[in-house]
């Protein structure tokens, strides 16, 4: 049975890239950095980065990610 408080991929990814202050271009963090502040494997990770790419919550800077300004938006509504 799943836990209904358990958190999507994608949504734990964003709360990691928050509390790792990855949020514009100078602080942009590579998938190894995100994969051990996440806790996520390298599959888990690379599908909920490309989830949240595609809903414009994050930006990559070459092969650096940092959090969108929408995607601060989402993850201050978290903590609101």
Excluded: F, W
Aim: proline residues 4%; glycine residues 4%; contains cysteine.
């Amino acid at each position: 049975m799943n836990d209904i408080y358990e958190l999507a991929p994608s949504m734990r990814l964003l709360i990691a890239m928050h509390n790792v202050s990855s949020v514009d271009p100078a602080t942009a963090k590579s998938l190894d950095e995100l994969r051990i502040a996440s806790g996520m494997s390298e599959p888990e990770l690379q599908n909920a980065v490309r989830e949240l790419l595609s809903y414009g919550y994050v930006e990559c800077k070459g092969t650096a990610y940092y959090l969108s300004r929408l995607g601060i938006c989402v993850i201050r509504s978290v903590y609101t």
